[in-house]
């Protein structure tokens, strides 16, 4: 079985940065690809950003050019650098883990396991 647990969320202003932590412990040594998500209320949760294990990244629209994804292999632990926040950036951010190497925008059905979320609010 595979753990993720996200850390990092909070509240800040617009224009402001955030930096979202994902640990992973357990059976890890099947994932390859570890990828961030998501859900703003009434909304389906959504992409926004992925790495395989030779570090080729991928990245919303919505966040590109503003968050940054980085793994730390040896420290099982992925990040996710958020800087010039927006109001429409609010939401549970999730973490992702999945076992095969996807270098695309994965989709949230094909993630293998999930970690509890954290909060992101972003004030205007």
């Known amino acids: 079985q595979v753990y993720l647990r996200e850390s990092g969320g909070g509240l800040v202003q617009a224009g402001g940065s955030l930096k979202l932590s994902c640990k992973v412990s357990g059976s890890n040594m099947r994932i390859n690809t570890m990828a961030w998500y998501r859900q703003a209320p009434g909304k389906q949760r959504e992409f926004v950003a992925a790495i395989t294990s030779g570090g080729s990244t991928n990245y919303s629209d919505s966040v590109k050019g503003r968050f940054t994804i980085s793994r730390v292999s040896a420290e099982n632990t992925v990040y996710l650098q958020m800087n010039n926040l927006k109001p429409e950036d609010t939401a549970v951010y999730y973490c992702?883990?999945?076992?095969?190497?996807?270098?695309?925008?994965?989709?949230?059905?094909?993630?293998?396991?999930w970690g509890q979320g954290t909060q992101v609010t972003v004030s205007s």
């Open positions: 992702g883990a999945i076992e095969s190497d996807m270098d695309y925008d994965v989709l949230p059905e094909e993630v293998d396991y």
